[in-house]
């Protein structure tokens, strides 16, 4: 029995579509058997995956072959992750989680809420002498 690559992926849940799964196929993100693959490859149990993710790869064995997305235990069965790809996870997340934080790097650009709201403070509380004079 086979079946074809993007719809597996979409069956075990690694995809949220399987347009999206098709995709990455297209842009050499999932390799099969270390070879790039196709949308439409067959494919078999015993076969070797190796998914392009941000900041590591994921690299799974087949183990089953399902047409149908079922639930998230039951998806889990159909591969396995190798010991090498799980330690990648594992420091990539660890990488991600020690890294600064995107936002606190921008200088410029536009004010957050909190920023807005000290800005609305300070403006109504701020008494120019030129108001008291006018008045």
Not at 40 to 60: A, H, M, P
Not at 65 to 83: H, I, N
Not at 101 to 107: G, H, I, V, Y
């Amino acid at each position: 029995m086979s079946i074809r690559l993007d719809k597996w992926l979409w069956a075990a849940r690694l995809f949220k579509t399987r347009s999206l799964a098709a995709d990455d196929i297209d842009r050499g993100r999932v390799l099969c058997n270390g070879m790039a693959a196709k949308p439409s490859r067959e494919l078999r149990v015993g076969d070797r995956l190796t998914l392009k993710r941000v900041g590591f790869q994921q690299e799974l064995v087949v183990n089953g072959l399902s047409t149908v997305r079922g639930p998230a235990p039951v998806a889990q069965l159909l591969y396995a992750e190798t010991a090498e790809s799980l330690a990648a996870r594992a420091r990539a997340a660890e990488q991600r989680r020690l890294g600064t934080e995107p936002a606190l790097s921008q200088e410029q650009g536009r004010p957050t809420k909190r920023d807005r709201r000290q800005l609305a403070d300070w403006q109504r509380w701020s008494v120019s002498l030129d108001d008291e004079a006018s008045a």
